[in-house]
């Protein structure tokens, strides 16, 4: 029988014992100093902005006069590519989830595909926003519209809703579609009415993440030419459009030349912030909502 030696055991457990501790600190500290980050950004927005806010700046027009611009067309337009994003994107991206998981046949190339939509997640956003300009704006000759802007933003975020419409169907018990198929049902009513209701809150939360990205992104914008000055309230797909994070990017461009422009740029990451809260708030509410039934 091998001797074991307490003191060497006592020493390798003090050792674990303070890597243990140096390691919980620092990533205490880390948390700690993101948190303090974000409340001074947070802190200097309201600050600068706040007082900015009122029913006419939220239902005016773009202006070069800083007294009297608003953010409606902003906001309008905001919206309307989300009426865009949000269906493409859920259904092309459960619809693809679904093949993957439950009729794709597991191999080479299913692994191929997978590890290929992983990797689009990670694609800097701008290169999104040149294949939005090559396909959507010169090749479809959709110019820059709100359907060229919501079908390139949809890229952006396709590959996130696949993930996690992947992750969870994954999640639901193999016992719950046994059952159903011992029923008598068919793979489509099992999909139908056990597993994507099963699957439903984690889908969701990955479509909120996905949308809330979606929402603030300005580099694809940027690069398929979205203007974001005097242009009317865009009042369809069709229509030429600027978005709220747009406005945030130019009118801190021009801080640099009129000072107020600051402020109005504060102003309208306030809203947007608040734009955010909501939307994710009526999703969460959705999203529990059907986690307290399945």
């Known amino acids: 029988m091998k001797y074991v030696d307490a003191e060497q055991v006592k020493k390798r457990m003090n050792g674990r014992i303070i890597k243990n501790t140096i390691f919980k600190s620092s990533f205490l500290i880390a948390t700690l100093f993101g948190l303090v980050v974000l409340t001074i950004l947070i802190y200097r927005v309201f600050a600068d902005?706040?007082?900015?806010?009122?029913?006419?700046f939220i239902s005016g027009k773009l202006s070069t006069d800083a007294n009297?611009?608003?953010?409606m067309?902003?906001?309008?337009?905001?919206?309307?590519?989300?009426?865009?994003?949000?269906?493409?994107?859920?259904?092309?991206?459960?619809?693809?989830?679904?093949?993957?998981e439950l009729y794709a046949k597991k191999g080479r190339l299913q692994a191929f595909i997978q590890t290929n939509i992983a990797n689009l997640a990670g694609v800097p956003s701008i290169v999104y926003g040149i294949l939005g300009l090559t396909i959507f704006v010169r090749?479809?000759?959709?110019?820059?519209?709100?359907?060229?802007?919501?079908?390139?933003?949809?890229?952006?975020?396709?590959?996130i809703v696949i993930v996690a419409a992947q992750e969870a169907i994954r999640s639901v018990p193999s016992h719950l579609s046994e059952a159903s198929y011992g029923m008598g049902a068919t793979k489509w009513q099992t999909i139908k009415n056990i597993i994507l209701p099963a699957a439903l809150p984690g889908i969701l939360t990955g479509a909120i993440l996905a949308l809330s990205r979606a929402i603030g992104e300005t580099a694809p914008l940027t690069v398929i030419g979205i203007p974001a000055?005097?242009?009317?309230?865009?009042?369809?797909i069709w229509d030429k459009f600027t978005a709220l994070?747009?406005?945030?990017?130019?009118?801190?461009?021009?801080?640099?030349?009129?000072?107020?422009?600051?402020?109005?740029?504060?102003?309208?990451?306030?809203?947007?912030?608040?734009?955010?809260f909501l939307l994710?708030?009526?999703?969460?509410?959705?999203?529990?909502?059907?986690q307290h039934r399945f």
């Open 139 to 159: 090749a479809m000759d959709f110019g820059n519209i709100v359907l060229a802007g919501g079908f390139t933003l949809s890229l952006l975020v396709l590959p």
């Open 280 to 290: 994710n708030s009526a999703a969460i509410i959705i999203r529990n909502k059907f």
């Open 49 to 56: 902005g706040i007082s900015w806010i009122n029913w006419d």
């Open 245 to 276: 994070p747009m406005q945030i990017y130019y009118w801190t461009l021009d801080s640099s030349l009129v000072e107020e422009y600051a402020n109005l740029a504060a102003a309208t990451i306030v809203v947007l912030l608040l734009l955010l």
């Open 229 to 236: 000055l005097l242009i009317p309230f865009p009042g369809g």
């Open 68 to 71: 009297r611009a608003g953010i």
């Open 73 to 100: 067309g902003a906001i309008l337009g905001t919206f309307w590519v989300m009426a865009v994003v949000a269906p493409v994107t859920m259904i092309i991206g459960i619809g693809t989830a679904i093949y993957l």
